[in-house]
């Protein structure tokens, strides 16, 4: 009797195993995957503290750690492409990869292109300066040498200071070490980027007083893939009620980036 009883415990387990791995799977399709089951993200590689590599090559950091498991709450499987921030866009556009995980400003130009997970982190633009600079304030780097993200917000930000010349990078990394050197003098990024590089990396910059702006960044989909954002948000809303979100940032950086006021995801 205990034995026949087992069994059938078996059996229904299997059952329900089964279900589930199929449902699974037919979700899986509705999220119109390039690799059903497996989620293609692009970023640019390196960009502290978002996104760093370990000496075995293993991916950490504000991005990398969030969106992870936001991927495993989904039930994904998550793959990285590395790509050029100039190409994230492009490659998007011809399916190369599902979604960009990288730290994109979330600006009313790419929602008209692009359909966004809700905000998920909240921080600014700020004028970074070699730390020995006599520079104070934003008037005084007019005429200046000015080093930008190519094709991004900073770039549109640094023209209000008025440099001189303005260098433009592929990887804002290369901007921080050309600072550092003073081979330019001031760069336009991200506030917490900017504190990271001062604080851990111990790089010789400061940030001058006040913000350019204030940005909430978050992750790029085609706007077909509506299923797959949603599922997404669920998944980030369930990390921050249940505090795994903040364990994770202030982990990282010291407190919890969350935006107050989500900007939501532009799904009809």
């Not at 490659?91 to 009313?108: E, F, N, P, S, V």
């Amino acid at each position: 009797m205990t034995l026949w009883r087992t069994i059938r415990r078996v059996a229904a387990a299997s059952v329900v195993v089964m279900g589930l791995q199929a449902a699974s799977t037919a979700q899986a399709q509705d999220y119109k995957l390039i690799e059903p089951g497996t989620i293609t993200c692009a970023f640019t590689g390196s960009f502290a503290p978002f996104s760093m590599q370990t000496p075995d090559g293993k991916w950490y950091g504000l991005t990398n750690e969030v969106f992870r498991e936001m991927v495993k709450r989904v039930g994904l499987e998550l793959k990285y492409v590395i790509t050029k921030w100039d190409s994230l866009l492009v490659g998007l556009m011809a399916d190369q990869y599902d979604i960009l995980c990288d730290t994109m400003d979330i600006t009313k130009e790419r929602q008209a292109r692009v359909l966004f997970v809700d905000g998920w982190i909240e921080s600014g633009g700020r004028l970074v300066v070699h730390k020995d600079s006599s520079i104070t304030s934003f008037e005084q780097f007019k005429g200046k040498t000015m080093g930008v993200l190519v094709s991004s917000t900073w770039a549109e930000l640094a023209k209000e200071l008025q440099p001189g010349e303005t260098k433009y990078y592929q990887a804002e990394s290369d901007a921080m070490r050309d600072l550092a050197d003073n081979k330019i003098d001031g760069m336009v990024t991200d506030s917490i980027a900017a504190a990271w590089a001062a604080e851990h990396a111990k790089m010789p910059l400061r940030t001058v007083d006040g913000y350019l702006s204030r940005i909430q960044k978050g992750w790029a989909a085609k706007k077909d893939r509506v299923e797959l954002v949603k599922a997404l948000n669920k998944a980030l809303s369930d990390m921050i009620a249940d505090g795994t979100y903040a364990s994770m940032t202030t982990a990282l950086i010291g407190y919890s980036p969350a935006p107050a006021e989500p900007i939501r995801s532009q799904i009809n």
